[in-house]
T-cell receptor, first 116, second 116 residues
């Protein structure tokens, strides 16, 4: 079965640079979520999109922005990178109950971002 | 706000034995979902099991089962016939049933080691 695809898998940036992370949800899934997992920590919710509209927002810095496109893929844009942004960034997707799904979130393999 | 607590940071089990991982949560909602996710050294987040709060029957997936005590707000994971491949970090997670608040809230996780 098709899974969530994230690219790139690894990314190394310098401080103050910009990064763009991409996520391709499971086909037919209508909701995308972004999570940040720091070293030794649990994943923290950043933002989510349902049918290309922002549906929920968590502890996402103002330096970060995200959107979902017409083909349902999503991009997380991160500017003015800081050392503390080094983390594993997960994208997850789900299909809502109203759409015939169970709302269960399935995670991609993550993008490991290192800020030097 | 909902919180998820995993008070045991580490546990160890002998191969082929049974182990139970504990999780408690706090919420004022009556309808919600609970999950256990496994994160092996590859850092992939893998869904282990899902429980719907309105269902009294405990969920089971092969060697994995839960003990869901709604009144006590307890959600433990039992792994039977433990295998070396079960060694991983396990996260308990909560999700509201409200479509407008669909993020996952994770516990701090527990590291499970399996002794051969």
């Amino acid at each position: 079965a098709a899974g969530v695809i994230q690219s790139p898998r690894h990314l190394i940036k310098e401080k103050r640079e910009t990064a763009t992370l991409k996520c391709y949800p499971i086909p037919r899934h209508d909701t995308v979520y972004w999570y940040q997992q720091g070293p030794g920590q649990d994943p923290q919710f950043l933002i989510s999109f349902y049918e290309k509209m922002q549906s929920d927002k968590g502890s996402i810095p103002d330096r970060f922005s995200a959107q979902q496109f017409s083909d349902y893929h999503s991009e997380l844009n991160m500017s003015s990178l800081e050392l503390g942004d080094s983390a594993l960034y997960f994208c997850a997707s789900s299909l809502r109950v109203g759409g015939g799904g169970t709302d269960t979130q399935y995670f991609g393999p993550g993008t490991r971002l290192t800020v030097l | 706000a909902q919180t998820v607590t995993q008070s045991q940071p580490e546990m160890s089990v002998q191969e082929a034995e049974t182990v139970t991982l504990s999780c408690t949560y706090d919420t004022s909602e009556s309808d919600y979902y609970l999950f256990w996710y496994k994160q092996p050294p590859s850092r992939q987040m893998i869904l282990v099991i899902r429980q719907e709060a309105y269902k009294q029957q405990n969920a089971t997936e092969n060697r994995f089962s839960v003990n869901f005590q709604k009144a006590a707000k307890s959600f433990s994971l039992k792994i039977s016939d433990s295998q070396l491949g079960d060694a991983a970090m396990y996260f308990c997670a909560y999700r509201s049933a409200s479509g407008a608040n669909s993020k996952l809230t994770f516990g701090k996780g527990i590291t499970l080691s399996v002794r051969p």
